[in-house]
């Protein structure tokens, strides 16, 4: 599976972004689809993330501002962000999570980049 993330890029403090991820390659049994991200000099976090059945979870820190939706036939998530603010720079990865049998694995994207100017 092959993630193609698009759509960051440097915003002022109250503004909006949208990011979008495409998946390709062997895409059956993708489950759920989200996004993660990571500041400099801190762990990958959660961002929001969704299930093919719809089910989604939120960082706290996003709740109200983000909305996560999907086209699970094309096999795209995106990411709605509004009212940004400076602590939401980070690198944005999209990630998926193939079934296997009884087994998952997880692929990634490459990030991009989302910048919050105050």
């Known amino acids: 599976v092959q993630l193609q993330a698009s759509g960051g890029g440097l915003v002022q403090a109250g503004g909006s972004l949208r990011l979008s991820c495409k998946a390709s390659g062997s895409t059956f049994g993708l489950n759920v689809m989200g996004w993660f991200r990571q500041a400099p000099g801190k762990d990958r976090d959660l961002v929001a993330t969704?299930?093919?059945?719809?089910?989604?979870n939120y960082a706290d820190s996003v709740k109200g501002r983000f909305t996560v939706s999907r086209d699970t036939a094309a096999h795209t998530v995106h990411l709605q962000m509004n009212a940004l603010r400076p602590e939401d720079t980070a690198v944005y990865y999209c990630?998926?999570?193939?079934?296997?049998?009884?087994?998952?694995?997880?692929?990634w994207g490459q990030g991009t980049q989302v910048t919050v100017s105050s």
């Open positions: 969704m299930t093919s059945s719809g089910d989604t």
């Open positions: 990630t998926t999570e193939q079934r296997r049998g009884v087994a998952t694995k997880q692929y």
